[in-house]
């Protein structure tokens, strides 16, 4: 039976861009590197991947090139399942039984929900969108906090190998010392930071889509190519050839460094 890899996006405070960074990678897995992809939108009451696939089935009916583009990329879009928290885990099972490569799941934007428990226990790896800001930075530790507790290293029936802050709305031009003060915190608790940074521009939610990928080159520019790349090589590795024949090498960005005189506090806001 093909192994089934479960990852979800995750954050306790809403706006980070959990739900429009998981729809570009799923978009990316499935239309661009060819691998069975199926999402679950737990994400109550918000609903948000179900709400743009029923946006774009609104488009397909009434948009002819909207149609005929769907008809020329020539795959079938992605299933989004729907399910409360409680039931998450036998809708994983459940699509998990279709064999798909990948499913990914949109969490709550809080911890503070029956059923998460046992949903941790059963995905592979968590991600976390961070934006530069306080309260951002600190109500993702706290979450990683609590996502220590879950691994296979604390619970041997649990699924979870590990989970990944990254930065997103990466702003480049402004040389600030929050990303690198924020990198040292994390690497004082132990707190697993990716290298890839998503940038903040406004492109990135006018052309999320369920049903087709932004453009490579688009991805590239943006940060979410170095994101989708260096999520695909934790999980199946560095130098695995993906379905479509694309060969996963990730290399890490040396950032430029900002000055060193400023404080987190004081660049944080």
């Not at 990914?104 to 969108?129: A, C, H, K, Q, W």
């Not at 691994?151 to 190998?161: D, F, G, H, P």
């Not at 939610?205 to 087709?212: E, H, N, P, Q």
Request: aromatic residues 10%; glycine residues 6%; neutral net charge.
């Amino acid at each position: 039976m093909k192994k089934t890899r479960v990852i979800a996006f995750a954050t306790q405070k809403g706006g980070a861009g959990k739900s429009t960074i998981g729809t570009h990678v799923a978009s990316a897995l499935c239309y661009l590197y060819g691998y069975k992809v199926a999402m679950l939108d737990c994400d109550y009451p918000q609903n948000t991947l179900h709400a743009y696939r029923n946006h774009e089935q609104l488009l397909l009916q009434s948009d002819v090139a909207f149609q005929e583009r769907l008809i020329k990329q020539g795959v079938t879009p992605y299933p989004i399942a729907i399910s409360s928290m409680e039931k998450a885990v036998d809708a994983i099972d459940t699509l998990a039984e279709k064999e798909y490569d990948f499913i990914l799941v949109d969490t709550p934007g809080t911890v503070n929900v029956s059923g998460l428990s046992e949903l941790l226990e059963r995905v592979e790896y968590i991600f976390l969108p961070m934006e530069p800001d306080m309260g951002t930075i600190a109500s993702t530790m706290s979450y990683m906090h609590i996502l220590g507790n879950f691994t296979q290293a604390q619970r041997s029936e649990s699924n979870l190998v590990g989970f990944y802050a990254f930065w997103n709305k990466f702003i480049k031009a402004e040389k600030r010392t929050v990303y690198t003060k924020t990198a040292d915190l994390f690497r004082e608790k132990g707190y697993p930071l990716l290298n890839s940074r998503v940038e903040s521009l406004v492109s990135i939610k006018d052309k999320r889509s369920t049903m087709f990928p932004m453009p490579e080159k688009e991805l590239g520019k943006l940060g979410l190519g170095s994101l989708i790349t260096e999520i695909l090589t934790l999980v199946v590795g560095q130098g695995t050839v993906t379905p479509s024949g694309k060969r996963l090498e990730f290399a890490p960005v040396e950032f430029e460094q900002p000055t060193p005189a400023a404080t987190l506090d004081d660049n944080a806001k």
